[in-house]
């Protein structure tokens, strides 16, 4: 497994734009496929993108398609999330999911997790 650590959450205004980071421990980064997944108050956590770990293919949920853009910087050893376009509907706690299966990752079942990091859109 590896350690995951968020960051970049803020507040923002609707129609902005945020950027989070996912930095990740080992040596063995680059194994592994990763996921962001996101929590709103009162709901259940649901996914949110995910890249393999060439970073070659991505998948996103139809709610961010088009607005938000997963990548990573496996010398940094370290995933993004970049959302622009940002809705009050996209305020949640934000998480990184890593796992060495892609469809693990996509099922929210991944062995490794990080805390979370929040995200707060104002309309």
């Known amino acids: 497994q590896v350690q995951l650590v968020e960051s970049g959450g803020g507040l923002v205004q609707a129609g902005g734009s945020l950027r989070l980071s996912c930095a990740a421990s080992?040596?063995?980064?680059?194994?592994?496929?990763m996921g962001w997944f996101r929590q709103a108050p009162g709901k259940e956590r649901e996914f949110v993108a995910a890249i393999t770990w060439s970073g070659s293919n991505t998948y996103y949920a139809d709610s961010v398609k088009g607005r938000f853009t997963i990548s990573r910087d496996n010398a940094k050893n370290t995933v993004y999330l970049q959302m622009n376009s940002l809705k009050p509907e996209d305020t949640a706690v934000y998480y990184c999911?890593?796992?060495?299966?892609?469809?693990?990752?996509?099922?929210?079942?991944?062995?490794?997790w990080g805390q979370g990091t929040q995200v707060t859109i104002s309309s």
């Open positions: 080992g040596r063995t980064f680059s194994s592994y496929q």
């Open positions: 999911a890593a796992d060495r299966s892609f469809s693990t990752v996509v099922a929210g079942k991944s062995g490794s």
